[in-house]
């Protein structure tokens, strides 16, 4: 069985869910995922996780 999940809806509902319990961890989330978003793509990440 392939199944293919896209990480960037995957994260953004993550922190989502945190936001809505500790909006204090906004920027922190905010930060995090640009973060990871910019490595992924400076070391030609696609941003699909292949389970």
Do not use: D, E, K, Q
């Not at 809505?20 to 961890?25: F, K, W």
């Amino acid at each position: 069985m392939h199944m293919s999940i896209s990480l960037a809806p995957l994260v953004a509902l993550i922190a989502g869910i945190f936001i809505l319990i500790v909006p204090r961890l906004l920027n922190y989330i905010i930060a995090i995922y640009l973060i990871v978003t910019g490595l992924l793509g400076l070391l030609g990440g696609n941003g699909a996780l292949h389970l």
